[in-house]
């Protein structure tokens, strides 16, 4: 019996077809949270902060896809026990734990210190992110809701509240779907038009466009036998350049006069009333003692525009009866490591001295 | 090469194989092979050595087929097109820089004509002299041997290939604490050093067939095989160029597979690996037993889906231009001994290193009878492989590879030989043949995996820590 020998236009034809199937099945598969399938909390352990990083030896990625990013975090994995007490911090490269170990970070301080809160113990879980987005914040804070918190700590600093920086972060620029549903949950209208959010089109849904989430899904995957290998999950350098103390004389921030009407007190409020029992904490800062630090307490701030929003923040505790910390000035400069928010293990640890009381007063808020 | 090169090679390819008949093809693929040397050298710190190095590579290439060939072919127009053909390219490339600067094809811009003009004096008079002297003196073929051996242990050696860095910085005004022994990255060098190695000793041997410039220059320059191999031998390679070739559909679709598995065992399999793979950070950073045997395990099988992967691709490639390029992995992993995974593994180089090393070797050193056989077989065995290790660099852990594997041949010869003799029975019993095969398959894969400890690292410390955790010993 002869044989028929493939013919190439044939093979070709078949070649194209189904790779145009295949590229544009993702657009009805777009709904199907891939990021929820994932290896770690079962082949590997969870990771104890939220991925982020790029360095190759780090063992982490960059990614915008949320579920993913959560479903590697060990809060996951973790079943609430009875003598449980869940705390969750939200906050940015400093909750996050920038240049430090994770038993080192805020979270790992707290844990360590096994904190009594109404009959049980603390378990603090790290979910911070480096970008200074508040938007960004209460986009972790509402996916943190369905791991049952008792509490959250929510640390923020000045650079996180400009309204017109809201979506500066990739994480929130690429999340435009997500970024709709918290406007509408929480009625943020002010950011419905917001140029800056990216909006999918039917072609960005295909495979074509959307490989790059798909490499990183199963780069996260394969990482995770790594970061179950060394433990390691960030790049720490031999050393690094410290947080500027001699500053410029310069009373810039954000080209504003004043701040009145320009930060998204709205979306603080909307994460504020997540969870009844939140701790707003003002995060400390590197207060310089050098070079023109009569005008500007770092390299962020300049003391006007930080004195203002110490004011307004105080005021924005006091009016919604808030716990409120106001830590912004606890930590000495020589605590801080390669930015004005960065701290040492020893300024995370005088950090979560602070905090630790504040979980212990408050527990009791949720029940009563 | 990335996949965009891949890509270019691949249409590339195609045209000439649709397109283009007989002398016109040669002709044709001499002139993309030239380019292909310019385009695929990567930047290097040192001012145009991206230029500099790939002329050189074509310098030599036209100075070993003069000392090789007849010198009544040096007349023929074949040749004559051929020299033009390469000259006459290399200098549009350094006029580029003048005539369209926006469309380089080298990765910076090429040096100034009137310096480009002194190099390629230069050159003619040193390769004329050479060639003169090749007439009447036979050594001058040995010389360009160990010329080329003198380039390759540079490029090969970290303190040289320094050394080497800081002296040429001098001439382009770069300070030696910039210097490092990775900025003589001369792509494809030691496949086309080892491919003018081979041309050489066969005229010396009286069994290389007459070449035309064009067949000689596209052998050893060939772009699909220019960065990874295989390296092919020339009068195998004329043969294929000199075949009358049309591009069918058939050949097209063996072409297209082989290049679809590459790229899938490259891209896909090999890059994902690699994430997981043995190096330095991961040899300090993981501790546990059973982690380290999986990064190790992912190197293994990196390396060879990698190697083998490029391997396909230029065996795709160049089958759509008519070249039939040889094999150079024959799943070396299902082996059960290490003779026959060296059989199966690098081919092309094993069987480069057996003809001009091995063989040759083996004959000298049986000229002292006084020597035990097994000693012969031992001294043979370990200089072929260490040699094998310096190859992919002078390093202590890659003569540590070699030695691993020179031993590992010698165990596996007085073994095969003990059982010969001692078991001469054991052929006929079915099962324990099966069990030997599987056991032998195992423990060859597990001892090249161990060997690999020695080639993903940088330093024998390193190796041995990695050893230490392999063996569940705390470091």
């Given at each position: 019996?002869?044989?028929?020998?493939?013919?190439?236009?044939?093979?070709?034809?078949?070649?194209?077809?189904?790779?145009?199937?295949?590229?544009?099945?993702?657009?009805?598969?777009?709904?199907?949270?891939f990021g929820k399938f994932s290896l770690y909390n079962s082949f590997f352990p969870g990771r104890e902060r939220l991925p982020f990083g790029d360095h190759p030896h780090a063992y982490n990625l960059n990614m915008f896809d949320l579920d993913a990013m959560f479903a590697s975090h060990v809060l996951t994995g973790t079943t609430k026990t009875p003598d449980e007490y869940r705390v969750l911090l939200i906050g940015d490269s400093s909750v996050w734990g920038t240049l430090l170990k994770p038993e080192e970070t805020l979270a790992g301080q707290l844990n360590s210190l096994a904190i009594p809160a109404c009959g049980k113990t603390a378990h603090v879980y790290n979910l911070g992110y480096p970008y200074i987005s508040l938007m960004q914040e209460l986009m972790t804070l509402d996916e943190a809701?369905?791991?049952?918190?008792?509490?959250?700590?929510?640390?923020?600093?000045?650079?996180?509240?400009?309204?017109?920086?809201?979506?500066?972060?990739?994480?929130?620029?690429?999340?435009?779907?997500?970024?709709?549903?918290?406007?509408?949950?929480?009625?943020?209208?002010?950011?419905?038009?917001d140029e800056a959010l990216i909006h999918a089109s039917k072609w960005d849904q295909t495979f074509v466009s959307r490989r790059r989430a798909v490499a990183d899904l199963l780069r996260l995957q394969i990482y995770g036998a790594l970061w179950a290998a060394t433990s390691i999950d960030q790049y720490y350098p031999e050393s690094y350049e410290r947080a500027q103390i001699d500053l410029e004389a310069s009373e810039d921030f954000h080209k504003l006069k004043s701040l009145k009407n320009t930060l998204a007190w709205d979306i603080l409020d909307a994460g504020m009333s997540a969870v009844p029992n939140t701790i707003l904490v003002n995060e400390p800062i590197l207060v310089s003692n050098g070079l023109n630090s009569d005008i500007r307490y770092n390299f962020f701030y300049p003391r006007w525009a930080f004195d203002e929003y110490r004011m307004l923040l105080g005021e924005f505790a006091v009016e919604r009866n808030l716990p409120y910390l106001d830590l912004w000035n606890i930590t000495p400069i020589e605590e801080f490591t390669n930015s004005g928010v960065h701290l040492t293990p020893a300024g995370e640890a005088m950090l979560a001295n602070k905090i630790a009381p504040a979980i212990q007063m408050n527990c009791n808020k949720q029940e009563s | 090469m990335g996949l965009f090169e891949i890509g270019v090679s691949v249409l590339t390819a195609l045209l000439v194989g649709v397109l283009t008949r007989d002398t016109m093809r040669t002709y044709l693929l001499l002139a993309l092979s030239v380019l292909a040397v310019y385009w695929f050298q990567p930047v290097i710190p040192l001012r145009s050595f991206d230029f500099w190095l790939p002329s050189l590579s074509l310098a030599l290439v036209i100075l070993v087929w003069f000392i090789t060939s007849q010198t009544e072919s040096w007349s023929s127009r074949e040749n004559f097109y051929g020299l033009m053909i390469i000259i006459g390219l290399v200098t549009i490339l350094d006029l580029s820089r003048y005539l369209f600067p926006n469309l380089l094809l080298?990765?910076?811009?090429?040096?100034?004509?009137?310096?480009?003009?002194?190099?390629?004096?230069?050159?003619?008079?040193?390769?004329?002299?050479?060639?003169?002297?090749?007439?009447?003196?036979?050594?001058?073929?040995?010389?360009?041997?160990?010329?080329?051996?003198v380039i390759l242990v540079i490029l090969k050696s970290p303190i040289l290939s320094l050394r080497a860095s800081i002296f040429l910085g001098q001439f382009t005004n770069r300070s030696a604490e910039n210097a490092s022994a990775s900025d003589l990255r001369w792509l494809g060098f030691s496949y086309i050093a080892f491919r003018l190695i081979h041309v050489l000793r066969d005229k010396q041997t009286g069994r290389l067939p007459e070449l035309t410039l064009s067949e000689f220059a596209t052998y050893v320059v060939f772009f699909p095989s220019l960065s990874a191999g295989p390296i092919d031998r020339a009068e195998r390679f004329a043969q294929d160029l000199r075949k009358d070739f049309a591009l069918t559909q058939e050949?097209?679709?063996?072409?297209?597979?082989?290049?679809?598995?590459?790229?899938?065992?490259?891209?896909?399999?090999?890059?994902?690996?690699?994430?997981?793979?043995?190096?330095?950070?991961?040899?300090?950073?993981?501790?546990?037993?059973?982690?380290?045997?999986i990064v190790l395990y992912a190197y293994t099988f990196q390396i060879y889906f990698d190697f083998s992967g490029y391997t396909d691709i230029a065996i795709g490639i160049a089958r759509l231009i008519g070249i039939k390029l040889p094999e150079n992995f024959s799943s070396p992993y299902t082996k059960p001994n290490l003779t026959q995974f060296w059989n199966n593994w690098h081919m092309t180089l094993t069987q480069w290193f057996r003809s001009y090393f091995f063989n040759p070797f083996n004959r000298w050193i049986r000229g002292y009878r006084n020597i035990p056989a097994w000693l012969m077989i031992l001294v043979?065995?370990?200089?072929?492989?260490?040699?094998?290790?310096?190859?992919?660099?002078?390093?202590?852990?890659?003569?540590?590879?070699?030695?691993?594997?020179?031993?590992?041949?010698?165990?596996?010869?007085?073994?095969?030989?003990?059982?010969?003799?001692?078991l001469p029975n054991i052929g006929q019993n079915t099962r324990l043949q099966s069990a030997l095969q599987f056991g032998g398959v195992l423990f060859t894969f597990h001892y090249v995996a161990l060997g690999w400890v020695f080639f993903a690292l940088s330093n024998p410390t390193l190796s041995w820590q990695v050893f230490l955790a392999l063996s569940g010993v705390s470091r």
């Open positions: 019996m002869q044989q028929n020998k493939p013919r190439l236009f044939g093979v070709l034809f078949k070649a194209i077809v189904l790779f145009a199937l295949f590229n544009f099945a993702f657009i009805f598969l777009r709904d199907i949270p809701l369905q791991y049952q918190p008792d509490m959250v700590i929510w640390l923020i600093t000045l650079e996180s509240l400009p309204s017109d920086k809201q979506f500066g972060s990739p994480l929130v620029a690429n999340n435009p779907d997500r970024v709709h549903e918290l406007i509408a949950k929480y009625g943020l209208e002010a950011y419905t038009n | 080298t990765a910076t811009i090429p040096p100034q004509f009137i310096s480009f003009l002194v190099f390629v004096i230069a050159l003619a008079v040193v390769i004329l002299f050479l060639v003169r002297l090749s007439r009447t003196h036979r050594w001058i073929l040995s010389a360009a041997i160990i010329l080329l051996i050949e097209t679709l063996l072409g297209g597979q082989r290049l679809a598995i590459g790229l899938f065992k490259k891209f896909v399999v090999a890059d994902t690996l690699a994430l997981l793979a043995l190096n330095d950070a991961l040899a300090t950073q993981v501790s546990a037993t059973g982690w380290m045997w043979g065995q370990l200089a072929t492989m260490v040699l094998i290790g310096l190859w992919h660099g002078i390093t202590w852990n890659f003569v540590l590879w070699g030695t691993w594997h020179g031993i590992g041949l010698f165990l596996q010869n007085r073994w095969s030989d003990f059982v010969r003799l001692r």
